[in-house]
């Protein structure tokens, strides 16, 4: 059996966006409805919030310090010292029913980013790039809650669902242009009684998927195969990231919203975020170059 530790008891609603920063040895991960974005510390167990101006689907680490979010219905930079946040693109102004959801840099320091219909019925979600001069392109749309977002470790592959439609693509990706072509199905999630959330890539290739209401994370090979199946104490993990010196620690988000009532009676670590010990290394999380 592996180990899982709760590390941050933050029952949050919609706890996402993980995300590890090497250079502080820190996880940053955000509650959304709540507009938080957390600090969590493993040294010292100390979780710091910042409150966000809107609501942040996911983050990345800037190159030159400080964070850039996908926030509301674009990308801000935002000082987590002080809460500051600066305006960088608006992506969706003439959708108000859309938010960012989420997002992640590539190996080359783009920030990728996706939004979601908050309803949650209508294909009107998009998927963005933002570039370290800080243009932007809408690179792929038609679809309702982005997720599943990450990349292979050698940058020329790009994994991206749509929960709803139960299913995570893959994309042949231009490391240098940025250029994403050779759209195919990387896996059908509907068999695993949930939808794709949040991913992270390992160091062998292989892809961790979180699936709300299915009370697991699960990892397949880069065909697409499940290879290993961790079953969770919470119904709806979110997202997840590989933290630690070591980068073998799989951090993984969680939220409350989605659980019934006499659900949340049976678990009383939802919307905690947990670490665990799953035996094999992450990659790093870029940075984004902007």
């Known amino acids: ?93 003439e959708l108000p029913e859309n938010r960012m959801n989420d997002g992640k840099p590539d190996r080359r320091g783009r920030f990728w980013a996706g939004s979601m219909h908050n309803p949650e019925n209508r ?24 997720n599943a977002l990450a990349f292979s470790p050698d940058g020329k592959t790009m994994y991206y669902g749509d929960s709803p439609a139960k299913t ?3 994309w042949d990706l231009d490391p240098d242009s940025g250029d994403i072509s050779n759209r195919r199905v990387f ?27 299915a009370w697991r994370v699960n990892r397949y090979d880069p065909h697409g195969r499940l290879d290993r199946s961790i079953e969770l104490p919470i119904s709806n993990p979110t997202c997840v990231a590989f933290g630690g010196e070591r980068l073998d620690t799989l951090y993984v988000t969680s939220a409350t919203f989605m659980a019934l009532p006499e659900d949340l009676q049976n678990q009383p670590l939802a919307g905690a975020l947990l670490a665990i010990d799953v035996g094999v290394r992450g990659l790093p999380d870029a940075f984004f170059s902007g």
């Open 123 to 146: 294909p009107d979600a998009a998927l963005y790039r933002l570039d370290p001069d800080l243009t932007w392109r809408r690179m792929v749309d038609g679809f309702t809650v982005s």
């Open 1 to 93: 059996m592996v180990e899982i530790a709760c590390v941050v008891g933050a029952g949050a609603e919609l706890g996402e966006g993980a995300l590890w920063d090497p250079r502080e040895g820190v996880l940053y991960w955000v509650n959304i409805f709540a507009r938080e974005i957390h600090r969590f510390e493993p040294a010292t167990g100390i979780d710091t919030i910042c409150i966000a101006p809107d609501t942040v689907g996911s983050l990345a680490v800037r190159a030159g310090g400080g964070l850039v979010a996908a926030m509301g219905r674009g990308f801000h930079f935002i000082d987590f010292a002080t809460g500051n946040s600066r305006p960088v693109a608006t992506v969706e102004p």
């Open 168 to 170: 995570v693509w893959a």
């Open 187 to 213: 896996l059908d999630a509907a068999a695993t009684g949930g939808s794709p959330d949040g991913a992270a890539v390992d160091e062998a290739g292989c892809y961790w998927l979180t699936i709300p209401r």
